[in-house]
């Protein structure tokens, strides 16, 4: 199922049609947006060619029973966490419902903790939102990421920092929170008075035991954000949903949706899609995990062959292999403009998401073993030009 090779070309497809927008040259062969090659599944595909036979396409609701019994139910399921479904509400996208609750928490100014190195898009939304990213390093230890837990506190405690927007599973270094881990940042928070946002649109696609954030017994004021796009490969279809504890936090949200930003009829396909995915999607999903493993290890194998000075630890989450290349000394810029040149490959430096990154490609493996193959075999003969 997930080895056939599907044309994305044509479809005004970000990663395959506009893969120039970034690279500076168009028809690569791209690793690039984290967007899977796999079809979505049946179960989605039906509900979405079932409802395309009516013919009117009005007005539509999200706030029903249907939309958030699936929910909840696959929160029950996969992750043995109970939410209160009043909580729920409706987004177009988890960066929307960040950056709004982000103005609701904090004021122009103020900052927004974040793990390092981040992904690229917290740093944009922050920056259009005149809120400062203060940046809380992660760091390799042995094969898993951890960080300064003194240093985390200290930053916690400064007034003007107000809000922790946690990434969990974390891109882009894969790494998932133990539920210990995010006891210990909860009672943190609570300490210091600083809200949690919790982005979670890659907790499905985890190899380790995922723990949905739930505040843990401490203040109200946080939420947990998530969408079935890309554990189903259907963000074209658009929709999020968050969990927001906090009734004044969440009312509020509700009227900056509906009244100020006019958004709160959501794309019908998007609330059928997710439905479907959550309630008779789930042996897709484990498929498609153990295939993405596979990806992981045929990477490791591949370059530490090729490469004994490389390790490449499979991460504990998500698609995106990130991949320290730093033991082989090369110019990591001379290397992105071999692979697009000469290689017609596109590969995400590093840099994107932070000083950290510097030696570091960030691929996605969400594709067919043979396309990641010959992604592979670019890197390892871009990687060969240069240290010969």
């Keep these: 199922m997930f080895d056939k090779e599907i044309d994305r070309r044509g479809t005004y497809c970000t990663q395959w049609d506009y893969v120039q927008d970034r690279f500076g040259e168009a028809d690569l062969l791209p690793f690039t947006i984290s967007d899977m090659d796999f079809a979505a599944p049946e179960c ?62 904090s004021a122009e100014h103020q900052g927004v903790v974040i793990h390092t190195p981040a992904y690229d ?93 739930q505040g843990f017994s401490t203040n109200e004021r946080w939420a947990l954000v998530s969408s079935a796009s890309k554990s189903f490969n259907i963000p074209a279809l658009n929709g999020a949903y968050a969990f927001i504890a906090d009734t004044e936090s969440r009312e509020r949200y509700l009227v900056n949706l509906k009244q100020v930003d006019g958004l709160s009829s959501p794309p019908i ?18 498929e498609l995990k153990d295939y993405l493993l596979d990806n992981h290890q045929y990477v490791k194998r591949t370059l530490e062959h090729n490469f004994p000075q490389l390790s490449y630890d499979i991460p504990e989450a998500t698609y995106l292999a990130w991949i320290n290349l730093a033991p082989l000394n090369i110019d990591m810029e001379e290397l992105n403009i071999r692979l697009v040149k000469q290689y017609k490959v596109a590969i995400m430096q590093g840099s994107h998401y932070g000083e950290q990154g510097q030696s570091y490609i960030r691929m996605n493996l969400g594709c067919s073993r043979r396309k990641v193959e010959r992604g592979i075999e670019a890197l390892i003969q871009a990687i060969n030009d240069l240290i010969r």
Aim: glycine share 6%; with cysteine.
């Design 44 to 105: 989605v595909l039906n509900a979405i060619n079932e409802r395309t036979k009516h013919p009117v396409w009005g007005y539509s609701r999200w706030n029903h029973d249907d939309y958030k019994d699936a929910v909840t139910y696959w929160f029950k399921k996969r992750f043995d966490a109970q939410f209160d479904r009043e909580t729920l509400v409706y987004g177009p996208s988890v960066i929307y419902i960040i950056s709004q609750l982000i103005r609701q928490w």
């Design 121 to 213: 898009a917290f740093g944009h939304m922050l920056t259009g939102l005149n809120r400062q990213a203060v940046k809380c390093e992660l760091f390799k230890s042995g094969t898993k990421y951890e960080k300064d837990w003194q240093q985390f506190e200290v930053l916690l405690a400064k007034p003007e920092n107000t809000i922790l927007l946690l990434c969990s599973p974390h891109n882009p270094t894969g790494k998932v929170w133990t539920r210990e881990e995010l006891q210990r940042i909860a009672l943190l928070c609570e300490r210091h008075q600083v809200a949690v946002i919790s982005d979670e649109i890659h907790m499905d696609i985890s190899f380790q035991p995922h723990t949905p954030w």
């Design 269 to 286: 396909l998007g609330v059928l899609g997710l439905m479907a995915a959550y309630n008779d999607g789930e042996q897709w999903l484990d």
